[in-house]
């Protein structure tokens, strides 16, 4: 499935967040919050990598930190084969148009006092110089390939129901033509029905202008539906990342097995026949992680070694990588 | 067999598909018309502007010439507002000293606006400049503002005066004066409002997109804080024209032969038992004015916000 051939659009390599912690009268530094704590992966052109975990795993400050929203504590980005890991100022500001994202929450996302057409258009405004028949007609092009009605472009944000507000989102998201898109939870604040329209709309988009998606979600079943591959995070790093079908049918990480039981099961008549993994405690303070594996503290199936050693982030020769040692 | 050409309930309505955004300027005028008391305190404040501008080459009598045969008079046919100790006209007075006293209650408004958003939102948005800029702003709230006036304009007075001309001089220091000790409530407010609304999903969304940060104060920062601004602005009119008429009091304003609203009430307070009505005008005048201006900028606040625009 992946032999090469296909090419890497963004290349993570040991990506680190972390937040400082201050306190006290003088501000002093005290600790950091591990957001994101060493996570490795490539997206190709073209596929949507899905980033499932927990709340509080990193999974949104992870997407941020690739877009360079905010300034890396380690590690390095490539997009496109170009570090971006540290660019400053305007030549990161050059290229925002190759990478854009989608928010999660679409009331929060567009600034209530500009209108549709000002919010779609603010790309356009920032990255090219079009005449205003031009800038007109590129927005109107975006609302219809969103299905959003060309008389809506004078309305504010508020007017509009949380489906029709994220799409204005995406319509922004897609003014500059990008090839790589971040959705951060682009459904988790939409009414389930609203979803499959939205998730629809990102596949139809997907196809239709050759996107790559960094698909954050914590629903499962909307990322089985999505993702070409899917990665599990916990605690800041990465357990598992493997092609859809596989990670569904066979996980390998302890996590990822109790994630999946967690899953609603629409079929009654299955479910008293599903084992459920029932995870005990809470997850430890990022600020502060276990010695060892991130997960022994909760692992149904912890091992000395788990307490002591970190386990590699490694490919098992079905192509999928892991982080676990019962691996070994 | 009904008739299909007729429909009864009539014509479909035609949906009109508009080509461009209409302007914004235009919702926020159908909306500011909307509020009653902004009309109403609108139409006084351009009255009362257009009064001051033109009254005086209607009512030709000079505000500062004496007339020792009609002193401390009563309304008249002509003195309609009587006169005051020294036989000068009342009204001609209220005209002239109306355009110094909005004169100075806008011009001070604006800088204190001015001053006050621009280190409110430089404090926010940078947090770099945070902490500097609201020491600098506790120091301002801290000082004595009364006895700094006093030093100030006992300091520069004279230089201003030699520099700008009499009127000039004393017009910019007093305005100067005034602003530079009124901004620091705006600038805590909007310094508040800009913290919490950086932190906004919108504004990471702008960065995402590239927006510098001039233009991401200018297009998503300001317009989001217009509110607390517009309230600052007009009771900043109104404390404008008060602490310039507590200054005319004390002697360190405009000179006594130089009427302001302020100067008037003051001087008239000591004859107030002799004829009531000569604090009663500048008084009115002076509250009107505020209370018009109020209501303006709560009229202007409700239709600057497109949430509450069409309700």
Redesign the interface.
Known sequence: MFDGVKKPILKVDDLKMHFPIFKGVFRRKVGEVKAVDGISFEIYEGETLGLVGESGCGKTSAG?AI?R?YDISGGSIELNGQDISSLQGDE???L??EM??I???PQ????????V??IIA??LD??KKLS?QQR?ARVFELMDAVGLH??F??R?P?EFSGGQRQRI?IA?ALALNPKFIVCDEPIAALDVSIQAQVVNLLEDLQEKFGLTYLFISHDLSMVRHLATRVAVMYLGKIVELAPRALLYSDPKHPYTEALLSAVPEPDPSSLNKRERIILEGDVPSPSNPPTGCNFSTRCPRVMDICKKEVPEFKQLDDGRHVACHLMD | MTDLNTNPIGEIERITVSENPRSQWWDVWAQFKTHKGAVLGMTFFVLIILLVLIGPYIWTLAPDRPDLLARNKGPSMGHPLGTDQLGRDSLAQMLAGGRISLAVGVVAMTLSLVVGSLVGVLAGYFKRLDGMLMRFTDLFLALPLLPLLLVIIMLFRDTLRAAFGLEAGIFILIVFVIGITSWMQTARIVRGDVLALKEQEFVLAARSIGTPPWRMIMRHILPNVMSPIMVSATLGIANAIITESALSFLGLGFPSDFPTWGRLLFDSTNFMTLSPERVIWPGLAISLTVLSVNYMGDGLRDALDPRIRGR
């Open positions: 941020r877009l929203l990161l500001r050059r925002r148009p854009q994202m928010f999660q929450d929060a996302s567009l600034n209530p006092r500009m209108t057409a000002s603010e790309p920032e990255h205003k007109m060309r008389d472009a004078n504010f508020h989102g922004r």
